[in-house]
């Protein structure tokens, strides 16, 4: 077995090193890990078998539809009227520019499910207004690269739904209720940075907007806001399947960019599918590559191995969740969410129960651990778009980063050690 660990890593780490892509390193480790156990023919089918078993969910079929909701709503004109109503709201404090950037994100990617596409929609409109009223460019890149992840724990977000295949016994259901108030803590820490920087640079609000505007800005808005209420409240209410929601919540973002923003034309839809099935395409081989490791992870007993490690290192709950938590950071900064999902909860939850945490508990902790790992060098691909979108270069926002991570950090250990900061709001509407 340690012969099997040692191949499955140095295998693993020395393709990702070369810049092969993340599904083909997974595959590549499972397959010659395999090798080592059993023939080259039952090795070989083996891998094809979980690839095509793994994909075989019907949670899974969620994905591709959120994602093609998603294409839906960056293209339809959602960015402009989430910012138009942030900045109503807020827009006037100190620093306003700032807050409105971390509000739309959150919202944005509510509803589109994508932190990337919350970069990149939310930034081209928010990053040339703050450069114009004075703002640090490398700081306002550095707010719409963490905000938007947050969008990765307000529902609806595929990550939850790849937990939720991952642990097994964690509903999509109770996975998006309890990622509401950890997202929304950890947008308030973020607008608490931006506060005391903008005491520190003077930066100054914008002008008040009369009430009537914002009454005309929160009715533009009404209709995008309206999909999360469609989405959750129906899932909430029983009326549909998170994978039924996501499917009229394609219905819904089709309606609202062609025949109510009108921003979206007929001819514009096959360029959308087309690249709904190209995102769909890799995050499905990421998935079901993951799969086969998971199976061959539990083949050689690793799981188990690393649980009776970690527990006879230690007893103590805290310091267990600790080292937990330190390793997902660190392996946040150099692989994607999905498979470090797929890949590190089969691992680490075995630890957690035994521990006496709950498995939705950790499905957070875990989500909002590679939500920092997705914007953090070297590998993190919202920091890449968020750079992109703001022409600077990573070395350039470190600085303004550094407070940004902190904030995350400590949401991150108050949802380590308050499970009620989870937990209370599925378990108040019966999750």
């Known amino acids: ?144 690269a963490t905000s938007s992840t947050t969008g990765l724990l307000i529902p609806p977000s595929n990550i939850l739904i790849v937990y939720s295949l991952a642990s097994g016994s964690v509903s999509v259901a109770a996975l998006f209720i309890a990622g509401y108030l950890p997202g929304v803590l950890t947008g308030l820490l973020l607008i608490s940075v931006c506060a005391i920087a903008a005491m520190v640079n003077n930066y100054r609000g914008g002008e008040k907007v009369p009430f009537l505007e914002i009454v005309k800005r929160t009715g533009d808005a009404f209709l995008s806001l309206l999909l999360i209420v469609i989405v959750i409240g129906g899932i909430v209410a029983g009326f549909f399947t998170a994978t039924e929601a996501a499917a009229i919540a394609v219905l819904y973002s089709l309606f609202l960019a062609v025949v109510v923003y009108r921003e979206v034309k007929i001819k514009d839809l096959p360029e959308i599918l087309i690249q709904t099935v190209i995102t769909n395409a890799v995050v499905m081989l990421l998935i079901g590559t993951s799969m086969a490791l998971s199976w061959i992870l539990a083949y050689e007993n690793i799981p188990q191995t690393i649980s009776a490690a970690l527990i006879g290192m230690t007893g103590n709950k805290i310091i267990i969740l600790l080292i937990i938590n330190i390793i997902l950071l660190f392996v946040g900064t150099f692989m994607d969410a999905t498979p470090a999902v797929l890949i590190f909860t089969p691992i680490f939850l075995p630890v957690v129960i035994e521990l006496g945490l709950d498995p939705l508990h950790f499905g957070i902790l875990m989500i909002l651990n590679l939500c920092i790992g997705i914007c953090t060098p070297p590998v993190g691909a919202v920091l890449f778009v968020g750079c992109s979108v703001a022409d600077t270069k990573i070395t350039h926002i470190i600085k303004w980063l550094l407070p940004f991570f902190a904030a995350m950090i400590v949401s991150l250990m108050l949802v380590t050690y308050i499970p009620e900061i989870t937990l209370w709001l599925p378990r108040l509407l019966g999750f």
């Open 1 to 144: 077995m340690t012969s099997a660990i040692l191949i499955l890593v140095a295998v693993f780490v020395l393709l990702l090193l070369s810049n092969v892509p993340i599904s083909v390193c997974i595959g590549m480790a499972t397959v010659l890990t395999m090798l080592m156990s059993m023939p080259p023919e039952p090795a070989v089918t083996q891998v094809a078998q979980k690839i095509a078993t793994g994909l075989d969910s019907f949670a899974l079929l969620a994905i591709p539809f959120f994602i093609l909701s998603g294409q839906l709503m960056g293209r339809g004109g959602i960015a402009r009227r989430l910012i138009n109503l942030a900045k109503a709201l807020i827009g006037m404090l100190p620093g306003g520019l700032a807050y409105v950037n971390i509000v739309a994100c959150m919202l944005f990617g509510a509803i589109s499910g994508s932190a990337v596409a919350a970069t990149s929609a939310i930034g081209s409109f928010m990053i040339p207004e703050m450069n114009k009223a004075g703002y640090d460019k490398n700081f306002s890149a550095a707010v719409n």
